[in-house]
């Protein structure tokens, strides 16, 4: 996993050209079953009590932002409706995870669910909407700025 670092302008992801090859853009955080509306209010007891922690891949080649079923369902993340997705039609949920620059995100749709994958959550380019995006694969590194 790539060593994280953020403050209030973004957040940069680093390692050596290695792990930025083999790993990819991944680092490890924590998903509430609240939107982010919700989760802002609460107290450092109840963050304890609902968080878990997360591995979390961002894929510039997926337009949506998924989150594992099983990580969902162990959550009890509410379901909010279903989409439809390569002829399945899939559960989409209402959650929060905490970006490492302090903020908290929900997508505007939703997660969609998904099955089989190494990563507990995908942000795809509906995420990186938010952000300035730089990936520099030879120096290790993938930078995250603020909009």
Partial sequence: ??????????????GTQDDAINIGPVFESYT???????????????LDQKKLSAQILVDTGSPLCCIDDCIAQKLGIP????????????????????????????????????????????????????YLFECDVHNGT????KR
């Avoid at 929900?106 to 990186?128: A, C, V, W």
């Avoid at 993938?142 to 700025?145: G, H, L, N, Q, W």
Wanted: charged share 25%.
């Fill in 32 to 46: 509430f079953k609240e939107g982010a509306d919700v989760v802002v209010d609460m107290n450092d007891k109840e």
């Fill in 79 to 130: 379901v909010i409706g279903t989409q439809e997705e390569q002829g399945k039609s899939r559960n989409m949920y209402k959650a929060a995870i905490w970006l490492p620059d302090g903020r908290l995100y929900t997508p505007k749709d939703g997660f969609m669910g998904y099955e089989t994958s190494p990563h507990n959550i995908i942000l795809g380019r509906q995420f990186l909407l938010r």
């Fill in 1 to 14: 996993m790539l060593k994280c670092n953020g403050d209030d302008s973004g957040f940069t992801l680093s």
């Fill in 142 to 145: 993938y930078k995250f700025s």
